[in-house]
C-alpha cells in the first residue's frame, strides 16, 4: 500500500507539474510575442522617433521614410466600420435564435454557422472582388455622386463584417443561453411582454457579455489578412471617407514581407506594423475588460 501510495503521488505531482509548465507558457506567450517583435523592430527604434513613425504619413522605404499612420488609420477603418455593421446583425439573430425560435432552429443554425466560420479567409475575397467590389461601384457610389473602381474601406468592411459574424454570433448564442430560465419566466409571471423581458432582463444580464463578444470580435477582425487585402484597394494614403481605398496594416505586412529584406530599416519597419498591430489589439481586449469589470461592480 505504501509504495502505491508513493507512486500515485508522483504521478499526480507530474500531471501538475505539466499542467502548471502550460499554464506558465500561456501566460508568457504575450510577452513573448511583444518582445520578439520588439526586438526585430529596434533597429528602426534606434534611428527614428516612435512619434514620426506612427503618426508620418510618408511611407518611402527607399527613402527610408516609415510613416504608419495611414496603415493605422485605415485598419481602425475597417474594423470599426465592420464591427458596426456586424453587431446588430449578431445581436438581433442571437436573440430570435434563444429566445423566439423552435429548438430545430438552433440546431440548424449551429452547422450552418460552424460552415461559415470555417470557410478559408481568401474565399471570402474572392466573393468580395466579385460581388461586394462591382455592388460598391454600381449602386452605393453613385448614391453619393462618386465614381470609383469599388475597392475601398467600404468593401473591406462589409467583407470583413461578413468573416466575423459566425464568430460573434456563437459568443453571444453561448452568452443568452446561459441566463437562467427563472428569470425569463419570473418575469413574464409578473406581466411583462417578451420584448420587455428581453429589453429590461435578458440583455441587462448579458451585457458585459455583450461588451466582452464585441472586444473579442474587434480583436479578431484586427488580424484579418487576405479577404481585406483583396478588396480594400491598398493604396498608401490617408483614407478620409468610407468610399475611399485604404491599406490596414495587416495587408501591409502581408503584402510586403519577403520583398526588399536586403533593406534591415525595411524588415525591421515591417516588424515595427507588427508590433503596433499586437499592441492595438492587446488595448481593446484590456480595454473590454476594464469594461467588463465595472460593469459588472454596477449591476
Request: charged share 10%; net charge positive.
Amino acid at each position: 500500500m505504501g509504495v502505491l501510495t508513493i507512486s500515485r503521488q508522483v504521478r499526480n505531482r507530474l500531471h501538475g507539474s505539466w499542467m502548471l509548465i502550460s499554464l506558465i507558457f500561456v501566460v508568457l506567450l504575450p510577452f513573448l510575442l511583444g518582445t520578439g517583435l520588439y526586438i526585430k523592430s529596434a533597429n528602426l527604434l534606434s534611428n527614428h522617433s516612435i512619434s514620426s513613425l506612427l503618426f508620418s504619413t510618408e511611407w518611402k522605404p527607399i527613402s527610408g521614410k516609415f510613416g504608419l499612420w495611414p496603415f493605422i488609420l485605415s485598419s481602425l477603418w475597417v474594423t470599426i466600420l465592420a464591427v458596426l455593421f456586424a453587431v446588430p446583425i449578431c445581436l438581433l439573430t442571437s436573440l430570435h435564435i434563444t429566445q423566439y425560435a423552435k429548438r430545430w432552429v438552433l440546431s440548424l443554425m449551429h452547422p450552418i454557422i460552424d460552415i461559415l466560420a470555417g470557410i478559408p479567409s481568401v474565399i471570402y475575397g474572392v466573393w468580395g472582388v466579385l460581388i461586394v467590389v462591382p455592388f460598391v461601384a454600381d449602386y452605393i457610389a453613385p448614391l453619393f455622386g462618386k465614381t470609383i473602381s469599388g475597392y475601398s474601406i467600404l468593401a473591406g468592411a462589409i467583407v470583413l463584417a461578413i468573416m466575423i459574424i459566425p464568430f460573434m454570433l456563437n459568443i453571444l448564442m453561448e452568452i443568452f443561453k446561459t441566463i437562467p430560465e427563472e428569470l425569463t419566466e419570473a418575469s413574464l409571471a409578473l406581466g411583462a411582454t417578451r420584448w420587455q423581458t428581453i429589453k429590461k432582463v435578458i440583455l441587462r444580464k448579458a451585457f458585459p457579455g455583450i461588451v466582452s463578444a464585441i472586444g473579442l470580435g474587434l480583436s479578431r477582425a484586427f488580424g484579418e489578412t487576405i479577404a481585406v487585402m483583396m478588396v480594400v484597394g491598398n493604396v498608401t494614403r490617408i483614407p478620409y471617407g468610407t468610399l475611399q481605398p485604404g491599406y490596414p496594416l495587416p495587408a501591409l505586412i502581408a503584402n510586403n514581407y519577403g520583398e526588399m529584406m536586403s533593406i534591415p530599416l525595411y524588415d525591421s519597419a515591417l516588424m515595427l506594423a507588427a508590433l503596433v498591430l499586437f499592441v492595438i489589439v492587446l488595448f481593446f481586449n484590456f480595454a473590454s475588460r476594464m469594461a467588463i469589470v465595472r460593469l459588472e461592480k454596477n449591476l
